[in-house]
């Protein structure tokens, strides 16, 4: 009882600094552990940590104890005899200055990261604590191999996470474009409710609304009475099998009979169906109307611009009767098969230009080029064209239009005089290039004369040695321009 009192007046007495470390310890380590030898200490200090480092004034460890059998240390006994930061990696050097430095200083124990390095590759990461015992550092360190597997695991995991959440964004990118730019009318319907959840612009044409006012309408509205108790089986049906026969309704307005199928899937803790809508194509022929996709054919084959459908690498399927008489031919036989380019003004380069476009941008407008004849006539045309990559078949289709009658007067003004290197740019396609060079040097030559001739008063004698021509060349160029009165040649 002495002891302890005395104890605690030491306590009291120590430095502010003293009391600090002396916080959450033994109260009496005089009597608990009184008769301690070196080799129990040092069973204590070993048993307390992974690793136990006795490090002397200098920072040089003088022992080492290891105890975790999981701990890969290689070489551990070598560090004996060599300064604590030659066993760590670059960046923990400074925490071990630090640990010595708060270690001397008697201030409040800190716990730092080290990391040292292994064979292995990937450095052993330890927690260390240091304190100040008979003139010597004992450096506790706890092993972080365990935690740093757990963090590694979490940031595996959230990139695994990340992955599939971007995959999933992709997935449902694709899945509105398709939604969107589908032929066929489908919408999306909740099993409960029976209400329209989502429909694609399709299905609003067909029915004849938009697509936001059809969502949150009831399904069965959309058709007549007649067709709604058909529709309502259908939905029933679907649950228990998964998808039912079709039926076969009638729209609200009479104007279009369809077929109606549905599917179930479910999503999130809710069920959809998803419903398409076909057109019967017996109604409309039983009601006198004639079919859509017959009515564009007779069109596009009567139209007066030539028409082409062919394949992705422009070959043709299909033309109508503008492009066989454009190209001089009398059966469609004669151009399947064969390759657009044959009748294509710049040969090898046209078609490569509107391919490429059309691979890249999905259409083309008003291409300026000129259309071969058979039998050697050229009409200058303009192409639009589109690409159709999705269907039975991936094609190209072409319309040609003659715009030769429209182009002749712009032609010819621009070959009798252009002004400025916008209509001369405005020949590129339609004028070949030679022709181009050549017009626009008559057309300086003209500008030179006229100049010559004002500065000169018309003195053609001085006008033609002003120009480095002869008297004979200069009335040559002059009659050719049409330019002065050539009556009195000899007079000058």
């Known amino acids: 009882m002495l002891k302890t009192e005395q104890s605690d007046r030491e306590a009291r007495h120590r430095d502010p600094d003293d009391r600090a470390i002396l916080l959450n310890q033994f109260e009496a380590p005089q009597e608990s552990l009184a008769g301690l030898d070196a080799q129990d200490t040092a069973s204590l200090v070993a048993a307390a940590a992974d690793v136990a480092l006795i490090v002397d004034g200098e920072g040089v460890i003088r022992d080492v104890s290891v105890g975790s059998d999981t701990l890969e240390l290689e070489g551990h006994r070598a560090w004996i005899g060599r300064s604590w930061v030659d066993t760590v990696s670059a960046d923990s050097r400074p925490k071990v200055a630090a640990l010595l430095r708060d270690a001397a200083a008697k201030s409040a124990r800190k716990w730092r990261q080290l990391n040292h390095p292994s064979a292995h590759g990937a450095d052993v990461p330890m927690l260390y604590s240091a304190i100040q015992v008979g003139g010597r550092v004992v450096a506790f360190g706890r092993d972080l191999s365990p935690l740093s597997v757990l963090q590694r695991r979490l940031v595996e995991a959230q990139q695994s996470i990340e992955r599939d959440y971007s995959r999933l ?148 399927l299909a033309a109508n009767n503008a492009f066989l008489e454009m190209t001089q031919l009398a059966a469609p036989e004669q151009v399947q098969g064969e390759s657009l380019d044959r009748w294509l003004g710049r040969s090898g380069v046209d078609l490569s230009v509107l391919i490429s476009n059309l691979r890249q941008h999905g259409s083309v407008r008003l291409f300026a080029t000129t259309l071969r004849g058979q039998y050697g006539s050229n009409a200058q045309v303009e192409i639009s064209a589109t690409s159709v990559p999705h269907g039975d078949q991936p094609c190209l289709g072409f319309t040609i239009r003659d715009v030769g009658r429209r182009l002749s007067g712009d032609a010819r003004a621009a070959r009798e005089l252009p002004r400025s290197v916008g209509q001369l740019t405005e020949l590129v396609g339609r004028v070949p290039m030679k022709d181009i060079v050549g017009e626009t040097t008559d057309l300086i030559e003209q500008l030179c004369i006229q100049a010559a001739l004002e500065l000169t008063r018309d003195n053609r004698a001085s006008a033609a040695e002003m120009l480095g021509l002869s008297r004979q060349s200069l009335y040559v160029k002059l009659r050719r321009y049409g330019l002065g009165d050539l009556g009195a040649e000899g007079d000058k």
């Open 169 to 316: 964004r992709h997935m449902e990118t694709r899945y509105r474009l398709l939604f969107q730019m589908g032929s066929e009318p489908v919408l999306v319907v909740d099993a409960t409710t029976h209400k329209v959840v989502e429909a694609n612009p399709a299905a609003g044409q067909i029915i004849g609304d938009t697509v936001k006012r059809l969502v949150g309408r009831p399904f069965v509205e959309l058709f007549d009475e007649p067709s709604r108790q058909r529709v309502l089986a259908l939905l029933g049906r679907v649950p228990a099998a998964g998808r039912s026969e079709d039926v076969v309704a009638r729209l609200y307005d009479g104007k279009w009979e369809l077929t109606v199928s549905a599917s179930l899937f479910r999503q999130e803790s809710g069920s959809l169906f998803l419903v398409r809508l076909s057109p019967v194509r017996a109604d409309l022929v039983a009601r006198g109307q004639p079919d859509p996709q017959s009515l564009l054919g007779q069109v596009l084959e009567t139209i007066p611009d030539g028409f082409v459908v062919t394949d992705p690498d422009g070959r043709i």
